[in-house]
């Protein structure tokens, strides 16, 4: 069976029906004046259909992948923006999926439905574009360097896509919702949707992420509530949206997309206005890594929490990998001459390049004269990939002398450190 974009003659009627009892969403109130008005495109015009599936089957597959409309308020303050001329950046953040991989820079989902909110809700050139998906990264990195990656680029919209790169441990549940909280707490106020995707073996991280989404009160899209019926039903087959075990193929990538333009075409057909909601106080599962703080290789120590002293056996070198694009702390001598920093902070955090490979070094991590850690960069799951080892996690800020030190037995061998992060937050779930 062959995925194909045909029109899929749906009535409004059907999405209206399809919104009702689906709303997760905060207060709201009829009126007002700052509601979205109806878009002139529907998302299921054009839309990406299975020659089995007749209109039927596919409207309730694009209407299974809405979860939830969530507090409209900071996105209707977006669009509005938009529709009036002011400029405004939708963002995504996640793994390879985000990236592209399956598709093309202009074939992915995040750029299709990128199109779709510009053309519908942008005056000329005034809705930008960012892309910041890293193949093979998990919400731990992606809270690592959300501020550089997204902050730092003033987005108003920011989609959120780990949950087939994420684990069900503590560790993921807490940088997924550090990252969320990090978001929703920037000076700009910016809109965030989360998008669940899947694998072939049915992994998504969906279950505790739409908890989290749901305390928030987030907009959510899910993809496997979407294809996975159908696959089950016969209707199509997982080769009909990936070639692969996780990414979606040219076809897959423009069926996400429409579930991303359906849940904006189910915003556009309301009339009540969502008010503001306060970010809870005490987080769902945990935020210890909130706010991090990443320095990367052109560092100055103008941050009194992070000080980077003596080299000892690393030098300063121009590597790259991924959008860590600066440079990295690169030992590959003989010596074993530690690399030390002064750390204030609950969490370190150091990003290093992995590869499964004899080439890769290892070192220890000495925290205040005790081992934390040892960080082996030679893993058989490496790729060349940039990962977030973490070197040690407080209850609470303390003063930490840390020292990098590489084993003996690496020498010879290349450790490449591409950045350093640390967090502070006193207190925490």
């Known amino acids: 069976m062959k995925i194909k974009r045909i029109l899929a003659a749906v009535t409004a009627a059907a999405m209206t029906a399809a919104m009702t009892g689906c709303t997760n969403g905060g207060n709201s109130a009829d009126g007002g004046n700052n509601s979205v008005g109806a878009v002139e495109t529907s998302s299921i015009e054009g839309a990406v259909q299975t020659e089995a599936a007749p209109e039927k089957e596919y409207s309730e597959m694009v209407q299974r992948s809405f979860v939830s409309l969530g507090n409209t308020y900071r996105l209707e303050n977006k669009l509005s923006k938009a529709m ?9 953040l996640g793994g390879s999926i985000t990236e592209g991989v399956g598709g093309t820079p202009d074939t992915c989902y995040a750029k299709l ?13 005034n809705v930008k574009y960012v892309n910041a998906g890293v193949s093979g990264t998990p919400s731990i ?13 003033n987005a108003d919209i920011v989609f959120v896509e780990f949950a087939v790169n994420d684990g069900m441990d503590q560790l993921h549940k807490e940088s997924y919702e550090s990252l969320i909280r990090t978001i929703l707490k920037q000076e700009n106020e910016p809109a965030v ?31 496997p509530d979407a294809i996975q019926p159908e696959i089950e039903a016969g209707n199509m087959t997982w080769a009909d949206y990936s070639g692969d075990e996780a990414h979606p193929n040219a076809e897959g990538h423009q069926l996400v997309a429409e579930f991303i333009e359906y849940y904006f075409y189910t915003l556009s057909t309301r009339d009540a206005v969502d008010e503001p909601v306060d970010i809870p106080v005490v987080p769902k599962f945990g935020n210890p890594y909130e706010d991090a703080f990443l320095a990367e290789i052109d560092y100055d120590n103008s941050n009194p929490d992070l000080q980077i002293g003596d080299m000892g056996s690393f030098s300063a070198e121009a590597r790259r990998i991924a959008d860590f694009t600066k440079g990295a702390w690169v030992y590959s001598g003989e010596r074993t001459d ?12 150091l990003i290093c390049k992995r590869n499964n490979s004899d080439t890769m070094g290892k070192f220890d ?4 004269g005790n081992k934390a850690c040892t960080i082996d960069t030679k893993q058989s799951d490496g790729w060349g990939d940039p990962y977030a080892f973490q070197v040690i996690k407080w209850q609470g800020v303390k003063d930490m002398e840390v020292e990098i030190i590489p084993s003996e037995d690496s020498a010879g061998k290349t450790i490449e450190i591409f950045g350093i992060a640390v967090t502070q937050n006193e207190s925490f779930m």
């Open 113 to 125: 439905s990128y199109n779709y909110i510009a053309e519908n809700y942008g005056k000329g050139d």
């Open 193 to 223: 949707i989360l998008l669940f995707t899947v694998t072939k073996t049915g992994h998504t991280c969906q279950p505790h992420m739409s908890e989290i989404g749901e305390y928030y009160g987030l907009p959510m899209i899910s993809v």
């Open 365 to 368: 991590v000495m925290v205040n």
């Open 84 to 92: 009036q001329g002011e400029e405004i950046t939708v963002a995504y």
């Open 338 to 349: 530690p690399l030390k920093l002064t750390v204030k902070g609950n969490s370190l955090f």
């Open 141 to 153: 990195l992606g809270n690592l360097r959300v501020k550089k990656d997204i902050l730092d680029k």
